[in-house]
């Protein structure tokens, strides 16, 4: 089951994904070990996997790229992501 630590105090959303890179189109493959699986075009070189995931999310939420950060795993495929100013409810719209 995914895990998403909502910080209404804050203005957080926290939740963790797992990268797959070179990939044939980047889109959300499901749920793996706790993870949101998503995978991604862009090579796992010189940070672009991690660029594209921050554009790919920042993207699909409707939110600027500057709210997306990687709080951990820049180096692992598995990465926990920090959504700044975005309503929990909004994550379920999209």
Do not use: H, Y
Not at 58 to 81: H, N
């Amino acid at each position: 089951m995914l895990e998403i630590i909502d910080q209404p105090e804050r203005g957080v959303v926290i939740f963790s994904v797992r990268v797959q890179s070179r990939a044939s189109k980047d889109e959300i493959a499901g749920e793996m070990e706790g993870a949101l699986k998503i995978r991604l075009q862009a090579l796992a070189l010189e940070d672009r996997a991690n660029e594209a995931l921050i554009e790919f999310l920042a993207r699909l939420l409707k939110t600027p790229k500057s709210a997306v950060r990687i709080l951990s795993g820049e180096r692992s495929r598995t990465k926990r992501i920090a959504i700044q100013e975005l309503p929990s409810s909004r994550c379920w719209d999209c």
